[in-house]
């Protein structure tokens, strides 16, 4: 069983930074691409960013250039960088474990994330 925690959501100003980062319990091991989701009011989850345990990434369109995925094996860690947040990047950010050569999926509680003025 694979429990995620997230952490850095907040309030940020457009333009502005933010880290979230999730740490896993549970065994991780090459079978899990771990990334993020997001779900702003009214729209379907969305994927923002996965990374492979050998630290191939994967990015929606929205988010190339401004956002940046990582992962820490060893600590069971994945992070995402964003910068030159807008508006629009708002939403309930989730992370997301996936064994790629099964069924389970494992998500976090959701931290959330507001770029306003």
């Known amino acids: 069983q694979v429990q995620l925690v997230e952490s850095g959501g907040g309030l940020v100003q457009p333009g502005g930074s933010l880290r979230l980062s999730c740490v896993a319990t549970?065994?991780?091991?090459?079978?899990?691409?771990m990334g993020w989701y997001r779900q702003a009011p009214g729209k379907q989850r969305e994927l923002v960013a996965d990374v492979s345990y050998g630290g191939t990434t994967n990015y929606v369109d929205s988010v190339k250039g401004r956002f940046t995925i990582s992962r820490d094996n060893a600590l069971k860690t994945v992070t995402l960088q964003m910068k030159s947040l807008k508006p629009e990047d708002t939403a309930v950010y989730f992370c997301?474990?996936?064994?790629?050569?099964?069924?389970?999926?494992?998500w976090g509680l959701g931290t959330q994330v507001t770029v306003s003025t």
């Open positions: 997301n474990c996936r064994d790629v050569l099964g069924s389970k999926t494992y």
């Open positions: 549970g065994s991780i091991s090459a079978r899990h691409r």
